[in-house]
């Protein structure tokens, strides 16, 4: 047995999976809820977002931008044309996110989305917890079955098949 399959490994793993996944139900859920949820999807939902969007192209310039020109490319022409419904996107991603971490409910798609979320934040030249969290979630990708152990997955994951009708392995 190796030792990231041992009981305690599995403990630290499932503590690391809920504490991600903790910081994306708090992300989440003060986005939907808090004192700004109005300007995240409320009645003036995408106002926030605009403004983190305007924040990102003003890094897009100098010799070393924070914001790669590539990047600004795509907040200009994909996102902030339609930030209303990106808006809506983060702020309930982030709590399925979390929600999915916490239960370890469908944990690898859970982590994927977390991880690209982490990504796009530091694409857009959000530092913050994200190199932390980004790195997390990685390193909970790569351990693979010990990550869910203590979760959903373990239960619900040898009932589900793949797409060729083989049990997927947990």
Known sequence: ????NSFPAKVVW?????WVGWQWVTAGWE?????NSAVWVGSQAGAAMGGFLKGA???????????QAWYGWFIQNVV???AKVWSYIISYGEL???VGL??????????????LMNLNYLLAGTVSTNPVLLALEIMLLFVGPPVWYF????????????WRGTRVRT
Do not use: E, Q
């Open 1 to 4: 047995m190796s030792y990231k």
């Open 102 to 115: 916490i239960l370890g409910f469908l944990t690898v798609p859970a982590l994927i989305a977390a991880a």
């Open 96 to 98: 399925l996110a979390g």
């Open 31 to 35: 986005k939907i809820t808090g004192a």
């Open 14 to 18: 499932t503590v690391i999976r809920v």
């Open 80 to 82: 902030m044309p339609n």
């Open 57 to 67: 192209m003003a890094k897009t310039v100098g010799l070393h931008p924070d914001v």
């Open 151 to 162: 979760g959903l997955d373990r239960v619900f994951g040898p009932r589900w098949r793949d």
